[in-house]
């Protein structure tokens, strides 16, 4: 006989078992044959803004309905696995919110009248489900059933996607193939759906770079109670922020609510239809499942301009001249969408009818549309081999290079350009670099294994090893500064050891690019050698681009402390720079290698005035432009001077910065070299000084590095430009760039399909000025960047009866110059810098609409209009000083 202590553990354990039994049966899942469940079933859809969003409504509806459930088969050896019939009976459509009735657009109008007879029977026609406890194995329903209607019912079916014990699973519902949590207790199963996880068919589009790209932050979560196998209630909740990661405002918040409430079940006769699922189906005359996850719907337009007749209604004197005014942006936006709805034939049309005051804007538009019909029109239009259309191929490289999603399409037609005979030298240079670009942004965006691009690096990279002429293989480089492929590494550290200082530096400015998990201790050894001049003499760029790769890719305590012990051993001014580069990263805590400067300077060898109180004119200064809870606007100016006062070398470096991402907007940099002898006072020479006179400017516009200009070449060359230089502005970069572009179709649990579109247009007009007097020998310089940005936001939901939506805007017009004047007459030469922001207006724009397709419609529209008031941005304390001296001589 048990002992006491042993019948104890044994009830306790039978009644643990027990009881364990009696909740997994009490949460399987499956209908009771012969009987009818009704539901009711409520769809809810509320789009916001996020200006305002707590002082304007929101616009979105309701739908109501009465649903019900049947088993028309189960297997009789596994009486969970079934095929469930659901039929949706009353709908009605009701605003989501509270309304006037002056705001409300339904008025009570009977749901029939607003989908219409047809819709409406065909909503109401009954879809089949295969279910075996919980989980879905396929959908069935009419052949018939397609678009909205059938969104509607794989959304329903999809709350049936159930699973009875906690964990992590993968399952396929209506958003798509995705991961899901569940946690289970007490006939409570809580269901969080990881949205970005999902995996669907592709829909849209986005920026390569984060900086001008978009966040979404979706959540999906679901709630059940369950009694007696059957689903009492399920409430699914989902919503989806998407903003402009460069301005958190412009956007949308979708809010999307499922909820099924279980009402009634009553007895009805069973339904025979076959003893196995197939003969089931067979006799329901079912012959293919039905698709349960949602497939991207394009809404076609219903009252559309065409392009052509938008052209002919803008007065193009006014509205395609000024490109960096806020309406000609506003205008590009526009075009570019009418263009993605056009054929080949209309966009070929009009750049062949197009007048020269037009064919720019229209080759900006036509590329930034990014569309098989328009790079093909394009494409037949624009001809390499032509000299008269050099203005135009310039136009549509820049705007291809500038492009946020550069597709195959556009690489093969730039391979095949290039694989052609291409007469102009400047159009063949452009055209490699922009192939660069083009594969830096594909490969930005994982498709470096695409064939197109892989033809691509080919032919850069056999370019590159065929060029023999130092100006191919200088080509050849850039574009692999703007590809940027870190596969490249070991054959740029190659270059870096080139017989001339020119190719050196582009080599080692392509290094400079790189983020620092690619920066190796080869690549820094190299770097170091070249700084130190260790093996061969390099030129004074080529050690500056070395010195900002060390300092900028966590540098070690000894390379910090060999770089400070050799300020004082190496040229005056470059020993200032130096100091005052380090001095302006002090400034700031962010940077990596703050921290090791202060430690080394700890050193009495290294900090002592002898070592760091150098002479000169070389400086170093940052700041920052504007500064907003999503961005930060940051510029770097770097000025290096010779021993004789002559410039050598400028940076103006401009950063836009999102949280982890940075963009570099721009940079302009100017070498010159073999200057001094034109203003040195004695016959001795200059160290540093490379002989020919020279000076030359590179450009680095949003990331993308655009092929070098030299000013002149030899004394000669620099004496027919000085005697022809006149003070009109010469126009440097033009144009209409389509830098935001973002397109996302957003599948909801409902099985709605909500979308959104982002634009950011820029107008821009960079020109520059040269004011020379030989009679009071002083020159200035002005480098005036005015331009326009224009950002939308459109998201929305289009339905067969209804259209909801909320887009946002914002728009400004500005202008910031770069003045630089300098003094001849005295030694050493003065020079001031001035970098001067205008006013310019900003203006905010909010609208939110709600219509029917029959024209009832509700709408609201708040803006806000601010002027940005102008100011002079602070540099180094030096050239404040110097400007003071010079501008109060003046007056």
Request: net charge neutral.
């Amino acid at each position: 006989m048990a002992s006491p202590k042993a019948l104890r553990e044994w009830i306790m354990l039978f009644a643990i078992f027990t009881l364990r039994s009696v909740e997994a049966r009490a949460v399987d899942l499956a209908y009771k044959s012969g009987t009818l469940f009704t539901y009711k079933y409520n769809v809810d859809l509320l789009l916001e803004t996020l200006s305002s969003p707590e002082t304007l409504p929101g616009s979105g509806f309701r739908i109501e309905a009465i649903v019900g459930l049947h088993v028309v088969w189960e297997n009789s050896s596994n009486q969970h696995e079934q095929l469930v019939q659901l039929q949706i009976q009353e709908v009605q459509l009701l605003n989501v919110s509270e309304r006037m009735d002056s705001q409300s657009i339904f008025k009570n109008i009977p749901a029939e009248s607003l989908l219409g007879p047809t819709a409406m029977t065909g909503l109401k026609g009954p879809v089949i489900f295969h279910w075996n406890n919980g989980k879905i194995k396929a959908l069935y329903g009419s052949v018939d059933e397609t678009g909205f209607m059938l969104s509607l019912k794989q959304g329903l079916v999809s709350l049936f996607q159930l699973q009875l014990n906690s964990g992590t699973v993968t399952e396929i519902d209506v958003s798509g193939n995705c991961r899901v949590t569940y946690e289970t207790a007490n006939n409570q199963v809580t269901k969080i759906k990881d949205l970005r996880s999902c995996e669907r068919p592709e829909s849209g589009f986005g920026s390569s770079n984060q900086v001008l790209g978009v966040q979404w932050q979706p959540t999906c979560k679901g709630l059940y109670s369950l009694e007696n196998g059957v689903i009492k209630t399920a409430v699914s909740e989902e919503g989806h922020v998407i903003s402009l990661n460069l301005q958190s405002t412009i956007g949308a918040k979708i809010s999307s609510r499922q909820q099924l409430h279980y009402l009634s079940s009553e007895h009805r006769p069973e339904e025979y239809y076959g003893k196995s699922l197939q003969e089931t189906l067979h006799n329901l005359g079912i012959d293919t499942p039905l698709a349960l996850t949602g497939t991207p719907e394009k809404v076609p337009c219903k009252v559309c301009t065409s392009a052509s007749d938008y052209l002919k209604s803008l007065n193009k004197k006014t509205a395609l001249q000024d490109l960096y005014k806020i309406s000609t942006t506003r205008t590009f936006l526009a075009f570019v969408q009418l263009l993605r709805e056009a054929k080949k034939i209309d966009i070929l049309n009009l750049l062949k009818k197009a007048g020269n005051t037009e064919i720019s804007f229209l080759i900006d538009s036509a590329t930034a549309a990014q569309t098989e019909s328009s790079l093909s029109a394009l494409s037949e239009y624009l001809d390499f081999t032509k000299e008269a259309q050099i203005p135009q191929l310039r136009t549509f490289l820049y705007a291809s290079a500038f492009t946020s999603h550069p597709s195959k399409e556009l690489l093969r037609i730039l391979l095949a350009k290039l694989q052609n005979k291409v007469p102009s030298r400047e159009i063949q240079e452009t055209i490699v670099l922009v192939i660069g670009a083009v594969i830096g942004k594909m490969c930005q965006r994982n498709l470096c294994k695409l064939q197109e691009v892989e033809t691509g690096k080919k032919a850069i990279l056999e370019g590159l090893n065929a060029a023999t002429e130092e100006a191919d293989i200088k080509m050849y480089l850039l574009a692999l500064k703007n590809a940027l492929l870190p596969e490249t590494i070991p054959l740029l550290l190659k270059y870096t050891k080139w017989k001339t200082s020119s190719v050196a530096a582009i080599a080692v400015t392509v290094l400079q690019r790189f983020p620092n998990i690619y920066i190796t201790q080869e690549v820094k050894k190299q770097m170091n050698m070249i700084f130190h001049q260790s093996v061969n003499q390099y030129g004074v760029p080529v050690r500056l681009a070395a010195f900002d790769v060390i300092l900028n890719n966590h540098p070690s305590a000894m390379e910090m402390k060999n770089i400070l012990l050799s300020v004082g051993e190496i040229e005056s001014e470059l020993s200032k720079f130096i100091v005052a580069k380090l001095q302006n990263i002090l400034r700031s805590d962010h940077h990596p290698a703050s921290k090791l400067i202060r430690k080394a300077l700890k050193d009495p060898m290294i900090h002592n005035y002898h070592r760091l109180s150098r002479t000169g004119s070389s400086s170093s200064s940052s700041g920052y432009l504007a500064v907003t809870k999503d961005m930060v606007t940051s510029y770097n100016m770097d000025l290096l001077f010779g021993d004789s006062g002559i410039l050598q070398q400028s940076y103006s470096d401009f950063f836009v910065s999102t949280g982890k991402n940075k963009l570099h907007a721009s940079q302009v940099s100017i070498v010159a070299q073999g200057l001094d002898s034109f203003f040195k006072e004695s016959s001795k020479e200059v160290e540093g000084d490379d002989g020919e006179a020279m000076a030359g400017m590179s450009v680095i516009l949003f990331d993308v590095q655009l092929p070098p200009v030299v000013f002149f070449q030899g004394y000669s060359d620099l004496m027919e430009k000085l005697w022809s230089i006149t003070e009109e502005p010469t126009s440097i970069i033009k144009g209409s760039i389509l830098l935001i572009d973002h397109l996302q179709a957003i599948r909801l649990q409902s099985g709605i399909q909500a979308s959104t579109e982002f634009q950011g247009g820029l107008g821009i007009d960079i020109s520059g000025t040269i004011a020379l007097s030989l009679w009071s020998q002083q020159s200035t310089t002005n480098i005036r960047n005015r331009g326009s940005l224009v950002f939308n936001s459109v998201t929305k939901v289009d339905t067969p009866f209804l259209r909801v939506g909320v887009n946002c805007s914002s728009e400004a017009g500005a202008s910031l110059d770069f003045v630089s004047t300098v003094k001849f007459l005295e030694s050493p030469i003065l020079i001031c810098l001035q970098l001067l922001k205008k006013p310019f207006p900003y203006r905010e724009t909010v609208m939110i609409y709600q219509s029917l397709r029959k024209e009832d419609q509700f709408l609201i529209k708040r803006a806000r209009t601010l002027r940005v008031q102008g100011m002079e941005l602070p540099l180094h304390r030096a050239n404040s000083e110097m400007c003071k001296k010079m501008l109060s001589e003046e007056v």
